[in-house]
């Protein structure tokens, strides 16, 4: 079972991706871990990739897909994958789509958890983290026991500069701009299933899981 996680910065498409692996025994593949790993590893392709991050450069698209379509050949890939994060745009979907071709193999589904940018905004707005010790909560969701507080190691809680409205609003244009042709392309290719990321978490996963069966 072969799976592209699609959905907006927030949406909640990493935890529902992670879901999906352990619930089916496949691996949850993102590129920021393939990339750390391809790094810490010394390969060839992690090598070409370190001189774009050091200068604080995207990595191009055909690097980013020759990493990934390294990494769905590895053994515990055999029986299918989770794509998370990647593709981000049209040329990365079909550069995937070419190298699956040559292997003979396909994408499944693409599952796009869909919740409006307000809704994000507010979701991330409520976002609090602790600088200290990295635990973080949520006003709403997840609240710490002191408002305000860490409840591991006492220190104060922050808004980060990430989650605040201005700076989510911009990552969500970002996306409309660069991600959300993928929701046409993939639905064009008859393998886009849309669910209600409104939802609870775990309602979600219930969708996930009637779309993919048991």
Do not use: W
């Not at 600088?131 to 609240?143: E, N, P, Q, R, S």
């Amino acid at each position: 079972m072969k799976i592209i996680m699609l959905g907006a910065p927030g949406a909640g498409k990493g935890t529902q991706a992670k879901k999906i692996a352990e619930k089916y025994g496949i691996p949850h593949i993102s590129t920021g871990d393939i990339f750390r790993a391809n790094i810490k590893n010394g390969t060839e392709l992690g090598k070409k990739a370190k001189t774009f991050m050091d200068q604080g450069l995207l990595v191009p698209d055909e690097l980013t897909c020759d990493l990934v379509v390294d990494r769905i050949q590895q053994p515990d890939a055999a029986r299918g994958y989770v794509l998370d994060g990647f593709p981000r745009t049209i040329p990365q979907a079909e550069c995937l789509k070419d190298a699956l071709d040559k292997l003979g193999s396909r994408i499944d589904y693409a599952i796009d958890v869909d919740v409006p940018d307000e809704n994000i905004v507010n979701r991330m707005g409520g976002r609090r983290a602790c600088l200290k010790c990295g635990a973080t909560y949520h006003i709403v969701y997840a609240a710490p026991k002191q408002e305000g507080i860490c409840d591991s190691c006492g220190e104060a809680l922050v808004l980060r500069d990430d989650d605040k409205p201005e700076t989510v609003q911009k990552r969500l244009n970002v996306y409309h701009e660069q991600t959300q042709p993928l929701i046409d392309y993939y639905n064009g290719q008859n393998v886009l299933r849309t669910v209600d990321g409104t939802q609870d978490l775990e309602d979600v996963f219930k969708q996930i899981v009637q779309i993919l069966g048991e």
